[in-house]
C-alpha cells in the first residue's frame, strides 16, 4: 500500500495540475496529412522469405538491430539465413506462429508503436524469464543485467526543463499506481530535477543519449535500469491522457517505464503493462499479476 504521504503528494498535484482524461493535448501533423509511422516500411516487405532479395529489406535488419534480434546491422537486402534466424526468435518472443517468414502477423505486431528498450541486449534474450516463479502463476517477467536494484524505496522524480505542465499529473498517477503496489514510495521535487533519483524530459530526435526518438508511431519512450534514473519521452507522438482514439495513452507508457527504472525488462504476456508494445486507445494502466511477480521477485518483497 502506498504511504500516505505519497497519496497527500499526489492529490495535491493532480488537483493543481488537473487535466480532464481523455483530451489530446498534442497533434501531430504535416502539411500534407500525418506523417507516416517510421515502421511503415514493413508493409511493404511483408511475405518476405529466405532466399529472396528484396529491395529496402537493409531496413528491416536495421530495426531487427535496433531491438537486439541482430548482432550488426548493414545495408544487405538478401534474406539470409541471420535474418530467417532473427524473425523466428522474433516470433518466439512474441508468441507468434514459427515461420521464419515476415507473415501478416508478424509485420502486424513490429508495427505497433513500442518502447525503445531492445528486447535482446548483449546477447542475451530478455524476454525469457528464466526460472521458475514463486508466485506459482506462468512467469514471463525479467530483469536487466545483473538485476539491478534501488537500495532505498523513498525515491524523488522531477522533471527536465521545458516538460509540459498538463503532462505532469499522468507521471504522477503512474508513480502513485506503482508505490500502491510495492514498498516504493516517490516524491516529486517540482522545482527541479537536479536532486532528484529519477529525470523525466520530453524530448525529440537526437537528444544526446545515443537512442534517437524517431518521430510518431514509432518509439514512444525509454528509461534506464536502477540506479541511472533516466526517462525520455517521444515529444512528437499523439499523446493522450487516459485511453483516446489515435492517441497514446501517456500513463499507460509512463507505467511501463517507470517498471524499467525499477528493474523490471520486458515481458512476454500481452496484457503485462511490461510488455513492449501499446495500441492506440489503449488503456495499459493496470499491473498485470505479471508485473507484480516480477518486481516482487526483484526486490524480495
Not at 517510421?38 to 529472396?52: A, I, T, W, Y
Request: net charge negative; aromatic share 12%; charged share 15%.
Amino acid at each position: 500500500m502506498a504511504p500516505l504521504v505519497t497519496q497527500l503528494f499526489l492529490c495535491l498535484f493532480l488537483i493543481f495540475f488537473f487535466v480532464p482524461s481523455n483530451i489530446c493535448l498534442m497533434e501531430i501533423e504535416e502539411k500534407n496529412g500525418v506523417k507516416p509511422s517510421p515502421f511503415e516500411f514493413l508493409k511493404n516487405l511483408q511475405g518476405s522469405k529466405k532466399g529472396v532479395h528484396v529491395k529496402k529489406l537493409h531496413q528491416l535488419r536495421k530495426y531487427l538491430n535496433q531491438f537486439g534480434y541482430l548482432e550488426s546491422f548493414d545495408e544487405n537486402d538478401e534474406f539470409d539465413d541471420d535474418l530467417e534466424s532473427a524473425i523466428i526468435t522474433y516470433q518466439l518472443n512474441y508468441n507468434l506462429n514459427i515461420t521464419g517468414v515476415l507473415d501478416s502477423q508478424t509485420v502486424s505486431k513490429m508495427s505497433m508503436p513500442r518502447c525503445g528498450i531492445p528486447d535482446i541486449i548483449n546477447g542475451t534474450n530478455n524476454m525469457y524469464h528464466h526460472g521458475p516463479s514463486p508466485f506459482h502463476i506462468v512467469s514471463h517477467y525479467s530483469f536487466f543485467k545483473n538485476s539491478p536494484k534501488w537500495p532505498k524505496t523513498l525515491l524523488t522524480y522531477g522533471f527536465k526543463p521545458g516538460f509540459p505542465i498538463e503532462f505532469m499529473p499522468a507521471i504522477g498517477l503512474a508513480f502513485y499506481k506503482w508505490a500502491a503496489a510495492t514498498n516504493f514510495e516517490f516524491l516529486p521535487t517540482f522545482i527541479s530535477d537536479q536532486n532528484a533519483d529519477l529525470h523525466i524530459a520530453f524530448v525529440s530526435g537526437d537528444h544526446g543519449d545515443n537512442a534517437p526518438f524517431d518521430g510518431p508511431g514509432g518509439v514512444l519512450a525509454h528509461a534506464s535500469p536502477p540506479t541511472f534514473g533516466q526517462f525520455h519521452i517521444d515529444a512528437t507522438e499523439p499523446w493522450s491522457i487516459g485511453a483516446a482514439p489515435a492517441k497514446i495513452d501517456m500513463i499507460s507508457v509512463a507505467m511501463h517505464e517507470i517498471g524499467h527504472l525499477l528493474g523490471l525488462e520486458h515481458s512476454k504476456v500481452e496484457a503485462a503493462v511490461m510488455y513492449p508494445y501499446i495500441g492506440y486507445g489503449v488503456d495499459k494502466t493496470t499491473l498485470n499479476e505479471d508485473d507484480l511477480a516480477g518486481i516482487r521477485a526483484l526486490y524480495g518483497l
